[in-house]
């Protein structure tokens, strides 16, 4: 199983690489047939490939991202708050999602839920 | 389904009863069939008996509770991150879970699970 510390560090690299990475190493901390849900209730990304093409749209615009909380549940899952600030050059788009993740003994990414809806979304 | 304002009542109301109310008051949000895993890791408490039966601890102490954010997702779920400050008489504990909960169609909880571990939790 991962240690905790294993998956904070997977957590502070994915939120660092969301705003700073490419698609493809996002999708490298996700483990090989791991599984996407972002919303909840949307339909699931599945393999890495998927997943890579689910991120490249944050390729085409800046985010900035900020961790509020980070709680380890039992010995492989987390879930985290944060915040995501989206500059599309014509306006900035925040949003505070909840995400829950589960790990392999890699602490590599084996599933991802993101609790948002439009709701939350603010505009500027 | 419920409505994202049920779900958002519900977890008010949730709240609102960790701080003030009785455990048979919080085991009525739940299912008759629900089940409680507090915190994520530790064994599955299973219908409302065993689930008041958990809740009837907070019963000898005074209990704050503050909700941080609260997202909806899909149609039947929810993430929560908030405080819980209880006062023992002795010491003041403060614990901020991120909790995740599922709902039935009257948006009576069906599952919750907390994420947080002992590391999280501070006394003074």
Redesign the interface.
């Known amino acids: 199983m991962p240690s ?1 510390e294993q998956i904070r560090a997977t957590v502070h690299r994915y939120l660092e690489l969301v705003a700073e990475g490419t698609a493809a190493e996002i999708a490298a901390l996700y483990a090989e047939d791991a599984t996407v849900e972002d ?4 339909p699931v990304h599945q393999g890495r490939a998927a997943i890579e093409q689910f991120y490249s749209a944050l390729e085409a615009v800046q985010n900035k991202t900020e961790l ?2 980070l ?5 492989n ?5 944060f915040r995501v600030v989206t500059e599309t050059g014509d306006q900035t788009i925040t949003i ?3 995400d ?1 993740m589960t790990f392999d003994e890699n602490a590599r990414i084996t599933s991802m ?5 439009p ?2 979304i603010a505009f500027a």
Chains 1, 2 share one sequence.
């Open positions: 905790p919303p909840v209730g949307s509020f909380a709680r380890i549940g039992g010995e899952e987390a879930a985290f708050s505070d999602p909840i829950v839920r993101a609790f948002w809806s709701a939350d």
